[in-house]
């Protein structure tokens, strides 16, 4: 493969990876969808149903979509390691960069990522809400009825 050849590769994998990024993107913010309307609307069932336990299944669901996000943003951090090497290589800071190696390099972040990064990332912010927030209605309602102040 000539440097021609090779540049050429290396921005079509480049692009690529932004856009799989990007797309990353727009999928956290359908997650974040999901778990408010599946969320709230069992929050409100709860109150229609005055059924206190379903409260708890509210916050329930709204940390397995917590849990998903987070593992959306960790696969999504995975390409950025090769998108740093492409951009490395533009700049002549690295020599011999192959093309073609998002699985290889996604899987060495992928394999280097201990599970407390993870559970740091659950904590970002922009992860957290309103998964969290979410959470903490539904166990503070749920403690309230429980203790008579609050009838469902």
Request: one cysteine or more; a neutral charge.
């Amino acid at each position: 493969m000539d440097q021609q050849q090779l540049t050429a590769a290396l921005q079509a994998e480049y692009l690529h990876l932004q856009k799989t990024i990007e797309d990353f993107d727009s999928k956290a913010l359908t997650i974040k969808a999901w778990s408010i309307s599946f969320s709230l609307t069992v929050l409100v069932g709860a109150f229609a149903s005055r059924a206190s336990p379903v409260l708890l299944i509210a916050s329930v669901a709204s940390l397995l979509f917590w849990f998903l996000e987070t593992m959306w943003k960790v696969f999504q951090l995975g390409y950025y390691e090769r998108v740093e090497e492409i951009e490395a290589h533009f700049r002549g800071e690295l020599k011999g960069t192959a093309p073609n190696q998002i699985c290889t390099s996604w899987m060495k972040k992928w394999n280097a990522t201990p599970w407390s990064d993870v559970r740091g990332m659950a904590l970002w912010p922009h992860i957290a809400l309103p998964h969290g927030v979410i959470v903490v209605i539904g166990i503070v309602l749920f403690a309230l009825v429980r203790a008579g102040l609050l009838t469902l």
